[in-house]
């Protein structure tokens, strides 16, 4: 029954059964209730080994995952779109995703961390049905609109923490933080944040000074800090194109500012997909100059595209960026230190150094999806046998 473990002993029959539920596979079921480009890709990994059921919101789907992608989880995943509700509704959703998963009788519930009001039902009972692992991506608030949402659901992300059997974040840098501002210990894994806007075919920088700042445009973001920067390239006649793509508060209120720049094109819009990935091809550094952050999927993005990235030194950007290597590293809040690196950036493209290879290894090689499902794997199927036990 148990292959080759020796039973002689209790402590050996509980040996076994953690050996054999390590080794099988496992019926996982994916809520994706946002973040679809980042859930699709791991539950299609996931989907390579074990029995993925996936959940998805199905209202921004092709526009947030493309055709291809969605082609590729339906033929890995048991894949079900739900439609998400608002206001007096929002219990129909609940009541959707509760009969599919007492249907498949998941080992494990895979879910973000979302304060929408039909969640907090949903990962209760998902509790109770398997245990529960959540991603959190923001272990602590930022400054501005996130942290006052935040603020204003801190009970409920409490009792989800609470609730969850296992916590995924993304580097060791978020694993500190989560675990210093947790109520209760949980158990904490850290993945990587597997290559976002994965494009089909990889292309080579233009080589034309191209900067692009892709995302979510809130206050910590630092636009106010490029901004500076900008002006500084500008005095100093350093040649660079800049693009801002995203929607957010931040670039609302200084978009008059940065379209009076020499050369720059502000998009304050939502990005689709396949244009985002245009975008990307397009430049050839992406900035990160935030003033708080814990981890950064435009930064996971950049590396599938091949495009090293500008960044601040803060929360866990470290833990993926190279100095030098595949990206650089600055002092956050400093207009003076990111124009000065943003002409090395543009020096060392000319001098030959393969920037924008090594960005491209680091998302092939060194945060990849099968990375994250891995440690996922180990972390769950250890939990689950010890429940068992």
């Not at 092709?62 to 779109?81: H, N, S, Y």
């Not at 091949?306 to 400093?334: E, F, H, T």
Request: aromatic share 8%.
């Amino acid at each position: 029954m148990f292959g080759m473990v020796p039973i002689h002993s209790l402590d050996g029959l509980r040996h076994a059964i953690v050996h054999q539920a390590l080794c099988a596979s496992m019926k996982i079921a994916f809520i994706a209730t946002n973040f679809l480009d980042y859930s699709l890709e791991f539950a299609c990994e996931l989907g390579l080994s074990d029995d993925v059921l996936l959940l998805v919101d199905g209202r921004r789907l092709e526009k947030d995952a493309g055709q291809a992608l969605i082609a590729q989880a339906r033929a890995r995943t048991r894949f079900v779109p739900f439609r998400q509700h608002s206001g007096p509704l929002w219990p129909k959703t609940t009541a959707a995703i509760a009969a599919r998963l007492i249907a498949f009788r998941p080992d494990i519930v895979l879910a973000h961390e979302d304060w929408r009001p039909y969640c907090g039902p949903t990962l209760r009972l998902a509790a109770r049905i398997a245990k529960l692992v959540l991603i959190v991506h923001d272990p602590a608030p930022h400054p501005g609109r996130d942290g006052e949402n935040a603020r204003r659901n801190a009970k409920q992300i409490e009792t989800f923490r609470s609730l969850a059997g296992l916590i995924l974040v993304h580097g060791e840098k978020c694993a500190g933080l989560l675990a210093s501002v947790l109520k209760a210990a949980r158990p904490i894994t850290s993945i990587p944040h597997g290559p976002g806007l994965r494009p089909q075919h990889i292309e080579p920088p233009p080589d034309k000074n191209r900067l692009l700042m892709f995302g979510r445009m809130e206050a910590y973001k630092g636009l106010d800090v490029l901004l500076e920067a900008c002006r500084i390239l500008d005095a100093r006649h350093v040649p660079y194109e800049l693009t801002l793509a995203g929607t957010g508060p931040e670039l609302t209120f200084l978009q008059g500012e940065f379209r009076s720049l020499k050369s720059c094109t502000v998009r304050n819009e939502f990005v689709a997909r396949e244009e985002a990935i245009r975008l990307f091809h397009d430049c050839d550094f992406v900035l990160a100059p935030y003033t708080g952050a814990s981890q950064s999927g435009v930064v996971a993005a950049a590396f599938a595209n091949g495009r090293p990235v500008i960044a601040s030194d803060i929360g866990g950007l470290p833990d993926v960026i190279q100095n030098g290597k595949n990206g650089y590293l600055v002092p956050p809040g400093n207009p003076n230190l990111l124009a000065a690196a943003i002409s090395q950036a543009f020096e060392d493209r000319k001098n030959g150094q393969a920037l924008w290879k090594a960005a491209l290894f680091s998302s092939e090689h060194d945060f990849t999806w099968k990375i994250a499902a891995a440690r996922l794997r180990d972390a769950a199927k250890y939990l689950t046998s010890r429940s068992k036990i």
